[in-house]
């Protein structure tokens, strides 16, 4: 494997300015991974390798003519395939949508293109983003770099499997529940939910609009900031976003400081349910925290208790909403049209054949939710909880900078070990969840390996609304105390171990 | 059973949901042109067309006209308040749900008062709302244009998100036999209010004014609500007070009868009668929620207070103005209401006519030419700056009544303006005295009997005199000054 696969984004930069490497080179090189890796890992569900290397040759030809690009100029990026652009099927990992080729570019596309950010495709994910392991894919399942048996975390598992296969050295997620930071937490990488309305939600395909976030995947805090910088501010065309000036993290990830920093750990987010390694690695990245100069304090956030149950409530009922579209009359898949059925004939067999039993499962859950007689029970109800839950937030980053909490309560579970269960899926979101019913920011980024079974850790830092700089501040502070400890990134562990051998060409 | 008898053992209730289609210059949620009778489709972008990850954005104008609709209606203005979804799924919905307004309205509690029959009615009306049109489904192949024998069905998105404002009354009571008549004359005072408020063109046969209305029977004496129909497709205002005269009877027939009303929409057929539509005993369950895309919408009580300042004058009461300023008996404003002239005349007097010639004109000549042509006054080719400066040729002599008739001809066939018309077709009276002077001697001599009579002082001979020369000078001479010149010849 090329080192250029090994080197961050922020490094690659570097030698990008200084003519040292061509974009062509280094998109190449990614393409080669791909084609080495990718039929195990499967991140993928499109790959556009003439695309890249096209506008990776562009990125080079503009250099050369001296002109001044951004610092992500010439870097490969994979994007999960929930944001729109043009020349490139969407599908959001359903069968419904196969073949979309839309029209229009999101403004995140719009912005990573001007970034001169080289896309190489398409990553996979849970359906429509509804999922913790990406098994709900309705193409295939992609596998956990670490063990190749284990999901990658959901609904974002191509893009963190793609980060951690060294495939691209930067992704984009959307997390409406975790989908960025339970993949992150579980392939030893770092992901990032901005706060709501920090980045733009148009072209973004809408799960449960009050909660979808899309944001940065990447190895490093400072590669995720500096993405972070190129899709966050205000956009005209979401009416939810904020029109405000996007906080310096690029500068919080470079001056990694915590010294006086108040850290509260939030009580309702540990104790029985986590498992024991999770919880050691937390506690450890803790200690680190605390050796660095920052106050440790324990807060109570007792909302969090219900926050599954709210969510549960609240997404669904817009995902009812949301995934109505889908009725094979303008476009996607279209069933049954045999000029005998009736039209809502066609809208039924359509969504039943392309839709997944998970995606179906919650529209509904959330048309019952929704429903005359039973609004103000459920949707009324869980809408009230989400009040407290952010109440709860408010009170606790009154005495305290950040709140911190493991990323998901265990490590990467086998593949197909929880298909048949979905609570204990869900239960894979229970910390990141809080957090997008507030519509605060969040981070998780790799804390070690478990000692129970040498799978990834995540730590999870959370931020008031806006504060996301904050996030970048201590994560780049514990990731450089840990990585200086570990004399390398944790990835760095997977690729000299057996079984990381196929990400360097060698045998599984 | 007829309407006498149906008054006689009941008292009609009312409902009446009026939607409005604003005229702004973008659809209510993206930039598309909003504009009726284009291109199918030709209108749309992903955000109408609800394409997957498109976003909505709120027209600010939409909801500066929603407010000053509320205000001109009287109602309150909500300080802060949400759109909504209702969610259904309907091909001609690209979103599968309609982004309107539920429990939130921007206007609410307001009330207006008709005159009918000399009779003051009280409408409260309950909200106006805002929300988005749907697109247009064509149903084709069959006879009809119905879905029922159609073959395939096309849907146009062009009208997909065109701002509309909902104005709901709440249930109007005591109004007895005149139902239809007050129904009629709440759409016609709703009708020229938006026009006076320039919010829509409420072009009723074009879809951009529209009136479901509801109407249930009360036993008389009785006070409970009996149940409803809600009567749909009713396109004129004729059709409004037809339709629910039909309605009152048939359910009126029923009930007599022993019946029951069935709680659904009916369908009015132009030719005189309804067929049942969907039924709405099972209500259905829309499952509205607050629209998680769109922040909630909070004018500030300034804003409310400079849109109250720009309110027109309310219609009834510039009629009364109007008809005092032009001094018009109440029947002849009465007809220039009843054809819809009233503001093409008050324009015509502003751009200089006597009130008394731009009647003339508007509700003789342009009348007939309208009526011929099957278009409303309005759509006439001919503006009311014309038919000013037409009267102004006629009172400067260079037009008679008859040339005047010929130049609305050059007007209305898109040859330019009165004096454009004119010069092309060179139809101005001859007022040189040379040419109208020999042409008189010419009919003088022509004519010698005639000639003498009038010689004799018998001067209502002149008129012979006067026929000849007009027709010699192709009815393009003052019939006035001709009769000057005959008898200073003669007399």
């Known amino acids: 494997m090329s080192d250029l696969l090994h080197t961050d984004a922020a490094e690659l930069s570097g030698l990008l300015a200084d003519k040292q490497l061509s974009a062509r080179e280094l998109t190449q090189a990614s393409l080669e991974q791909i084609e080495r890796v990718d039929s195990e890992v499967k991140a993928f569900l499109h790959v556009d390798a003439d695309r890249a290397l096209a506008s990776a040759e562009a990125i080079d030809a503009r250099r050369m003519a001296g002109e001044e690009l951004g610092p992500l100029a010439g870097i490969p990026l994979a994007m999960k395939d929930i944001f729109t652009m043009t020349g490139a099927p969407t599908t959001c990992g359903s069968r419904i949508l196969e073949g979309w080729v839309p029209p229009y570019n999101s403004t995140i596309t719009d912005k990573v293109l001007a970034a001169g950010i080289v896309v190489l495709g398409k990553t996979n994910m849970d359906e429509f983003a509804m999922g913790s392991s990406t098994e709900n894919s309705g193409y295939f399942t992609t596998h956990n770099p670490w063990d190749l048996d284990r999901i990658p975390g959901g609904s974002g598992g191509g893009s963190a499997a793609a ?53 940065p995947c990447a190895r490093t805090v400072l590669d995720a900031a500096l993405l972070h910088q190129v899709i966050a501010g205000w956009d005209p065309r979401d009416s939810t976003s904020i029109n405000a000036a996007v906080p310096d993290v690029v500068a919080a990830a470079k001056h990694a400081e915590v010294k006086g920093l108040k850290i509260a750990v939030v009580r309702e987010l540990g104790g029985d349910g986590y498992a024991p390694g999770v919880l050691q690695r937390f506690n450890e990245a803790l200690a680190v925290l605390a050796e660095l100069g920052a106050e440790i304090t324990e807060v109570s956030c007792p909302n969090f208790d219900y926050a599954l149950s709210a969510y549960y409530l609240i997404m669904p009922s817009e995902v009812s909403s949301n995934l109505a579209r889908f009725d094979a009359m303008r476009y996607g898949l279209r069933v049954g049209d045999d000029g005998v059925n009736s039209v809502e004939d066609v809208m039924n067999l359509t969504r039943g054949a392309g839709f997944g039993a998970e995606v179906k499962r919650r529209i509904i859950i959330g048309t019952y939710a929704l429903s005359s007689g039973y609004y103000d029970a459920y949707y009324g109800s869980a809408q009230k909880v989400r009040t407290l839950i952010t109440q709860d937030f408010d009170a606790a980053f009154a005495s305290a900078d950040v709140l911190v909490s493991p990323t998901t309560p265990t490590t990467a579970f086998k593949i197909g070990e929880r298909v048949d269960d979905p609570l204990a899926m869900y239960k894979a979101d229970l910390c990141t969840i809080p957090s997008n019913l507030a519509g605060n920011c969040a981070i998780s980024v790799p804390v070690g390996l478990s000692p129970d079974d040498g799978l990834p850790v995540g730590f999870q830092i959370m931020a008031p609304a806006m504060a996301d700089d904050r996030l970048y501040r201590v994560g780049a502070a514990l990731e450089q105390a840990l990585t200086d400890r570990w004399g390398g990134p944790l990835l760095n562990q997977l690729v000299a171990s057996p079984a990381g051998a196929y990400l360097s060409g060698g045998a599984r | 059973m007829d309407f006498d008898d149906a008054m006689a053992s009941f008292d009609p209730v009312l409902g009446l949901e009026v939607h409005v289609e604003l005229n702004t210059a973008t659809k209510m949620f993206c930039g598309c042109a909003n504009q009726f009778g284009d291109v199918p489709n030709s209108n749309t972008c992903p955000v109408c067309l609800g394409l997957p990850g498109s976003l909505p954005v709120v ?301 003339k004109w508007w509700l003789t000549e342009l009348a007939r030419r309208a009526n011929e042509a099957g278009l409303e006054l309005a759509q006439l080719a001919i503006t009311p700056g014309q038919v000013a400066a037409l009267q102004e040729l006629v009172d400067a002599g260079t037009l008679n009544d008859k040339l005047a008739r010929q130049v609305i001809d050059g007007v209305l066939a898109g040859e330019g303006d009165p004096a454009a018309v004119v010069a092309g077709r060179g139809l101005a009276v001859v007022s040189d005295d040379g040419a109208l002077a020999a042409a008189v001697d010419r009919a003088i001599q022509a004519n010698p009997d005639v000639a003498a009579k009038i010689r004799e002082g018998k001067v209502a001979a002149a008129g012979a005199l006067i026929g000849a020369v007009m027709k010699e000078m192709r009815g393009q001479a003052d019939a006035a000054r001709v009769r000057e010149l005959i008898l200073a010849r003669l007399g």
């Open chain 1, 163 to 215: 980060l951690a296969a060294f495939e691209a050295p930067l992704a984009l997620g959307t997390d409406t529940g975790g989908s960025i930071r339970q993949p992150a937490a579980v392939t030893a990488t770092v992901g990032v939910k901005p706060t709501y309305g920090a980045t733009s939600r148009y072209g973004v395909v809408a799960m449960a609009s009050s909660l979808d976030t899309p944001g």
């Open chain 2, 59 to 359: 027209n600010g104008k939409a909801i500066e006209s929603a407010i000053r609709i509320g205000l001109a209606l009287g109602c309150d203005i909500a300080g802060w308040c949400r759109f909504a979804r209702k969610n259904y799924f309907y091909p001609d919905m690209t979103k599968d749900f309609q982004t309107s307004q539920y429990d939130e309205p921007i206007a609410f509690n307001g009330m207006v008062e008709l005159e009918v029959d000399g009779e003051i009615f009280s409408i409260e009306i309950e909200r106006a709302h805002m929300e988005e049109d749907a697109g247009k489904l064509v149903h084709a192949g069959g006879a009809t244009g119905r879905i029922g024998d159609a073959e395939y069905s096309l849907v146009d998105y062009n009208r997909a998100g065109t701002p509309l404002i909902e104005i709901v009354t709440r249930p109007i009571r005591g109004t007895g036999a005149k139902a239809p008549a007050v129904a009629k004359a709440y759409v016609s005072y709703l009708r020229d209010l938006m026009r006076a408020l320039g919010v829509s063109d409420v072009r009723m046969e074009q879809g951009s004014l529209r009136c479901d209305a509801n109407v249930s029977l009360m036993p008389k004496g009785e006070t409970e609500l009996g149940l409803r129909t809600e009567t749909k497709n009713v396109n004129s205002l004729r059709s409004i007070e037809n339709a629910l005269h039909y309605e009152i009877r048939r359910q009126a027939a029923l009930l007599a009868a022993g019946g029951k009303v069935h709680q659904e929409t009916r369908h009015w057929h132009e030719e005189g009668y309804t067929t049942a539509g969907r039924s709405k005993e099972e209500a259905e369950d829309y499952r509205y929620f607050p629209e998680p895309d769109l922040v909630p919408v909070a004018p500030s009580p300034e804003w409310v207070e400079q849109l109250r300042a720009t309110l027109p004058e309310v219609p009834a009461v510039k009629r009364k103005r109007l008809q005092a300023a032009w001094d018009f008996t109440d029947q002849e404003f009465a007809d220039i209401v009843n054809a819809d002239a009233l503001e093409l005349i008050e324009a015509t007097v502003a751009a200089g006519a006597l009130p008394s010639s731009a009647r």
